[in-house]
């Protein structure tokens, strides 16, 4: 349930077309449904402006099924991170128009109904790291923002990335993945007056870490406007990046 369904549902009731009964029907697994295994949020929309999230991870098939047609009641976007194949077979089976970004491992249900005319622009230091950049891409679109992409740019190769100036320019927050040291977010926040969120991956030789040591680097960053989000964290940057897109129109 978000605010224009709780509006067209409060009108409706307004003009005569539904009943107290009718409308009680509609509201009463508000503000959350209880599914004995998930307690899913209906009121998240109306709260933060997008529906709860799935994180298919350590779910069952079942589970994720039951959770997805709850939230497919009344939410015009679902998303499904972190979903295999497997995963994305049974709820296209039960949701026909449901669709799968592969390389993003992200179920997605529905289109935003209006998109920010702001640009969330996602970089990617190296083509390993393109998964967790399609993440946030994907994350970030389906919420609303305007997303472009610049893969494979990262610091052993600078003037890849200083061939795209105007789009940095153009950008209204920057997504910037990196694993290996994760220098990239550091030079991105040195070239523009926008916000920078910085996502380690864990793609990397032995002292990587599993990604500790972008991690790291990334929270040491001698750049202003920089913030970090968590290891492979793709989701977290692009749903922070389409709600700064969002507040800046």
Known sequence: MDERRLRELLEEVASGQLDIEQACARLRN???????????DHH??????????????????????????SLHKSADV????????????????????????EEARIIQIGEPP?????????????????????EAAVTAAAIGARVERLYDVGVSGLHRLLGHQELLDAAAVLVVVAGMEGALASVVGGLVDKPVVAVPT??????????????LTMLNSCAGGVAVVNIDNGFGAGYFAAMLCKQLG
Do not use: M, W
């Not at 508000?30 to 899913?40: I, M, R, S, T, W």
């Not at 069952?60 to 039951?66: D, H, L, P, V």
């Not at 679902?78 to 970004?101: G, N, S």
């Not at 998109?115 to 399609?134: F, K, N």
């Open 30 to 40: 508000l503000p959350f449904e209880d599914l004995g295994y998930a307690k899913v």
């Open 44 to 69: 998240r929309a109306l709260r933060q402006g997008f529906p709860e999230v799935v994180l298919c991870q350590g779910k069952t098939c079942e589970q994720i099924e039951g959770i997805v047609q």
């Open 202 to 215: 864990s793609v990397g030789y032995g002292a990587n870490l599993g990604g500790i040591a972008p991690l």
């Open 78 to 101: 679902i998303l499904a991170t972190r979903a295999t194949a497997d995963i994305f077979a049974c709820i296209q089976a039960l949701i026909p128009e449901a669709v799968y970004h």
């Open 114 to 134: 209006s998109q920010s005319a702001s640009i969330a622009l996602v970089i990617s230091a190296g083509t390993s790291d393109i998964p967790v950049a399609e």
